[in-house]
């Protein structure tokens, strides 16, 4: 395919002066609007990724646009130095969202687990009695946690890892849903399991029924912490709160982003109970955005949306029907493999109508945007708010490009 010139010229502007670390598709957005987007040449596309589960509410959501542009005129940062008057209110009302005591707000996902990795360390010494250094976390092989210098430590994708040593050790790697390497692996230095109850990165993995039970009785059993990470799982997307409740399952330790900042500001916490939270004391942990007035409004907005349960009945509703329509074409064989669950699905093409990234690329040919993920797979994830019949239509393209 080739580009016409106006997003030519912007493509070609963009790589002379970025850094080559991503490879989008030739798409330049300019506008949004609930599931659809308008690129510079005034193409519009339904976008069947929102931003990895950060855009779950979509583009420009009313409530959430109007909750920031009513936080910008008032005030928008004081640095934690000083109190300001949301902080409290997003607080409560996440900590009760997530049936918990307390949380340490933070900006990207990634500060959200580097957050979680000192709350277990620190706990693990304080509360637990481990010897000092020596705490231990268990974490799953194909995660993706972020990509700090220690979460790629604990990384098993060559691409996000290589390079980048030397790594941070205390981690150990287990097969993902393999409750018996789990039960292995952890020893009385392990203070915590990290786990995503749904691997995204990974194609959208859902691990065996029962596996996330057995987490949490091993992890009680053993005195060690539950950590889900649930940046991407969560906040609706497989049709509850959280993924874990798929499972009847309540981690110690949430840690939330994407969504959370309503694709408006990057928003992300730790949530627990104050006995494994309370254990930091002032100066042992911060971020100078973390909680910022801005964030908060937004992540209000985005919490008391999230109470209503309408968007979580939206992703069931449509979930299934997504799921129902991937499964006929499952039984055609064009597609090897569907896994998901709630309205966020990793579909595995079979390899003969071209890697993930060129399925992607005729999808966007078709006004559909996606991401591949590792070889053949895509992902598909639309807003929570797109409508029937545009997930229809799109779902006409994917079949349109498969020749089904
Ligand atoms: C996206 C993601 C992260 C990292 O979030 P950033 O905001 O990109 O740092 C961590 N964990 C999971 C499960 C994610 O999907």
Redesign the pocket.
């Known amino acids: 395919m080739t580009p016409d010139r106006a997003t030519q010229d912007y493509i070609g502007a963009s790589d002379a002066h970025s850094a080559h670390n991503y490879h989008p598709l030739p798409v330049v957005v300019a506008t949004g609007d609930g599931a659809w987007l308008t690129d510079v040449d005034g193409r519009r596309y339904l976008d069947m990724l929102a931003g990895?589960?950060?855009l779950n509410f979509g583009h420009g959501n009313r409530r959430l646009v109007d909750a920031a542009r009513a936080q910008l005129e008032r005030v928008t940062l004081t640095s934690r130095a000083f109190h300001h008057d949301r902080f409290a209110d997003f607080c409560t009302q996440l900590a009760e969202l997530c049936g918990k005591d307390m949380v340490l707000p933070m900006?990207?996902?990634?500060?959200?687990?580097e957050t979680a990795v000192k709350t277990a360390r620190k706990w693990g010494y304080r509360v637990k009695g481990v010897s000092d250094g020596r705490a231990r976390i268990v974490v799953a092989s194909d995660?993706?946690?972020?990509?700090?210098t220690t979460?790629v430590s604990f990384s098993t994708d060559p691409e996000a890892r290589a390079d980048f040593g030397p790594y941070t050790p205390g981690f150990d790697i287990v097969p993902y849903g393999d409750l018996d390497a789990l039960r292995a692996a952890v020893t009385d230095e392990t203070v915590a399991v990290l786990l995503?109850p749904i691997?995204?990165?990974a194609g959208v993995l859902v691990p065996p029924a029962g596996y996330l039970p057995g987490v949490r009785e091993l992890t009680r059993e053993r005195g060690v912490l539950f950590i889900a990470?649930?940046?991407?799982?969560g906040l609706g997307r497989t049709g509850r709160t959280f993924a874990c409740e798929h499972e009847g399952v309540v981690p110690d330790v949430y840690?939330l982003?994407?969504a959370l900042g309503g694709g408006v500001v990057?928003v992300?916490a730790v949530v627990a109970d104050r006995d494994v939270l309370g254990v930091f004391r002032p100066g042992e942990h911060g971020s100078t955005f973390g909680g910022n007035p801005l964030a908060c409004a937004v992540g209000l907005e985005v919490i008391a949306m999230l109470r209503g349960g309408e968007y979580q009945r939206r992703a069931t509703e449509l979930g299934e029907h997504l799921h129902a329509e991937l499964g006929v074409l499952a039984g055609t064989g064009k597609v090897t493999q569907v896994r998901g669950r709630g309205l966020w699905a990793g579909v595995d093409i079979d390899p003969s109508y071209g890697t993930g990234r060129e399925i992607s690329e005729k999808l966007m040919a078709r006004g559909v945007l996606v991401k591949d993920t590792h070889g053949s797979t895509i992902r598909i994830a639309p807003p929570l708010v797109i409508g029937k019949e545009d997930l229809d239509w799109g779902l006409d393209q994917l079949r349109a490009v498969l020749g089904a």
């Open positions: 990895y589960s950060a900006n990207t996902g990634a500060e959200a687990v995660n993706f946690h972020g990509r700090t979460i995503e691997q995204g990165e990470d649930e940046i991407q799982s840690v982003g994407k990057p992300s």
